[in-house]
Structure formats: structure tokens, C-alpha cells
């Protein structure tokens, strides 16, 4: 499985090209994403990392671009910023997931296994079907993410908070909230408030 990093710090590049190579994938790093979607277009690849701050071309636009010429490919965006608004305008470019910086191994190898195997259920299903199915249901929401996320909510006996689904699925915080809050406003799931002794409430969320 060949996996392109788009990461102006060739620190992190070398880490992540490492992780890769210890799970047995096969990394290629870019300094920017300009080369990156260059190296994409010549080369090909089966997910895509890409930072949030790069020079010449920086990673909202590089997701942008990317969806320009591929819907299906996973993309990841490394990032140090885990405001809802930030992952909102990513995912509505076309990004399907996160990936916190500093990395952490264990997390960011189950994160790029979790969508590969998605990935690999959409294309069984289209093979299947002969059918080329529309990848996003609506700007932001892949039709493959959803359906994981509705499958857990449907077997789950208990109402979850968003960090509990994001821990069992291995999806970003973000991601998660952002397909919940889709799934509330289309009457399929329910946020219910759960109050602390200490702090703010935590909604919980449950299927209908």
C-alpha cells in the first residue's frame, strides 16, 4: 500500500515515513503539496496525509485540489488545531479524517487501516452492484463513514458522547461530531444531555 505524506517539516515526514514502513506500507513524503498532487497524479496512492500549514499551497486547498481528480482516495489531515471549525472547512473540501499532531503510532496505523478497509467495502459494493455510487451523500458526509457510524449506533445498547464512539472507531473527534450532528438534524439519531457533578453537560448520543 503505498501512502503520499504532505508535510513541510521534515521531521515529522521522517517519523510518519517510518511508522509506515514498520507496519510494511510503502511511504512517499513531500515538502509541500504542490509536489505532493504532482507526485499523486504521476504516481498514484492508496490514502494521502496532508498537513494543515504548508508553504505555496496550504492543506485546505491541497485537499481541494486532490478531490479535483479523485473522490474515492482517503484523505488525512495532520494537524495541532482540534477546533470544530477548522475540521468543518476540511471536511467540506473533501478531507475524510484527522490525525492530531504529534502523531502516535498505534493510533495513526489503526486510523489509515479503518479507512483503507472502508475504502475497500465501497469498491466491493460498487463491484458487486456494477453500480459507481456517489462517494459523498452531502458536502462533508462519505457515504462509507456514515454507514460505519450509523452500524455503531444501531448495535450500541447505551447512548455514547463523541469521544467514546471516536475511541471505539478510531476516528478524529471532529470527524465524529460533525456526522453526528448531521445524523441529529435528519432525525435518525438523538443528543441527549448528560449532566456532571463538575462542569459544562456532555451530550450522549443514541439511535432513534
Known amino acids: ?103 502516535k503510532a498505534p493510533d495513526l496505523i489503526a486510523r489509515v487501516q479503518l479507512h483503507m478497509r472502508l475504502l475497500y467495502m465501497t469498491k466491493a459494493v460498487q463491484a458487486n452492484t456494477k453500480v459507481q455510487n456517489e462517494v459523498f451523500v452531502t458536502k462533508g458526509i462519505s457515504k462509507s463513514t456514515l454507514s460505519y457510524i450509523e452500524r455503531y449506533l444501531t448495535d450500541c445498547p447505551e447512548p455514547s458522547t463523541v469521544e467514546e464512539i471516536s ?9 465524529v461530531y460533525r456526522y453526528l450532528t448531521y445524523l441529529v438534524n435528519n432525525g435518525k439519531v438523538q443528543s441527549i444531555p448528560s449532566y456532571q457533578k463538575i462542569g459544562r453537560p456532555k451530550n450522549r448520543y443514541c439511535w432513534i
Open 167 to 175: 475511541k471505539e472507531l478510531s476516528l478524529a473527534v471532529p470527524t
Open 1 to 103: 500500500m503505498r501512502i503520499i505524506i504532505m508535510d513541510d517539516e521534515q521531521s515529522l515526514r521522517y517519523t510518519l515515513s517510518e511508522i509506515f514502513s514498520f507496519a510494511g506500507w510503502e511511504p512517499i513524503a513531500y515538502p509541500n503539496g504542490r509536489e505532493g498532487i504532482e507526485g499523486f497524479l504521476n504516481h498514484g496512492a492508496d490514502i494521502i496525509l496532508v498537513d494543515y500549514h504548508m508553504p505555496e499551497i496550504d492543506g485546505l486547498e491541497t485537499v481541494r485540489l486532490i478531490r479535483e481528480h479523485d473522490q474515492e482516495i482517503p484523505i488525512l489531515v495532520l494537524t495541532v488545531d482540534e477546533r470544530q471549525e477548522i475540521a468543518d472547512r476540511f471536511l467540506d473540501a473533501g478531507a475524510t479524517d484527522f490525525a492530531l499532531k504529534p502523531a
